[in-house]
């Protein structure tokens, strides 16, 4: 199994362009979440949806947007980056039924991205 | 913020040696989880532990929780060259699926 896979592993963007990282996963999870990792900070969750077309927000959701059309794919959007959103990002995901509290998160292996 | 914080914030040890790490948290807690992420990879997860539990060992791994003083240790015993990553611990908040990452331990294992 490939897990959960997130492209591009780097990216460079001046600020106010557009993108989208891509995070798909083949384990069948309905939770799947996406997480920017800054040093000392930690990792603080962005958006996260339980399953196709139910999405949420997150403790830091401004200037990114996100959709759930399929239970693989879960992309994450900066419509107009800026220098705040240079960061490490991480894509995981998990069942949301009633193992939820019972089960691990499994991580991508991250997007660095630089907005200059 | 509800993000948790970890002690210490940085570890370095010998070989052979027990690494302790603490984390403490801010609110109610559904389960708490401990994860390595070794440079420039993702996470991955080592123990998980209920709300309802107090004390639970895998392998070399010992995790303890009070819930009471809403903190929570990660014991490694015979440490290796190999442990040498960032630990996290993650919180996942009751009644919601959000976890909250703490600030991470780099821990340092000298062969």
């Known amino acids: 199994n490939a897990g959960v896979t997130q492209t591009p592993k780097f990216q460079v963007l001046k600020t106010g362009q557009s993108m989208t990282l891509q995070c798909a996963q083949d384990?069948?999870?309905?939770?799947m979440s996406w997480y920017r990792q800054d040093p000392g900070m930690g990792l603080r969750l962005i958006h996260y949806?339980?399953?196709?077309?139910?999405?949420d927000q997150g403790e830091v959701p401004n200037g990114y947007n996100v959709s759930r059309s399929t239970t693989e794919d879960f992309p994450l959007r900066l419509l107009s980056a800026a220098p705040s959103q240079t960061s490490v990002y991480f894509c995981a995901s998990s069942y949301s039924d009633l193992t939820f509290y019972n089960s691990p998160l499994h991580f991508g292996n991250g997007t660095r991205l630089t907005v200059t | 913020s509800q993000q948790g914080e970890e002690d210490p914030q940085a570890l370095s040890i010998q070989e052979g040696e027990n690494a302790t790490m603490n984390c403490s948290y801010k609110?109610?807690?559904?389960?708490l989880q401990w994860y390595r992420q070794n440079s420039g990879r993702g996470l991955v997860h080592l123990i998980l532990i209920r709300s309802n539990e107090r004390e639970k060992h895998s392998g070399r791994l010992r995790v303890t929780l009070d819930t009471s003083k809403k903190s929570s240790s990660l014991l490694i015993t015979a440490s290796r060259a190999a442990d040498t990553a960032s630990y996290f611990c993650a919180t996942a908040l009751s009644g919601t699926y959000k976890y909250i990452f703490g600030t991470g331990t780099r821990l340092k294992v000298l062969a």
């Open positions: 609110t109610s807690i559904n389960n």
């Open positions: 949806s339980v399953g196709a077309g139910i999405t």
């Open positions: 384990m069948n999870h309905e939770y």
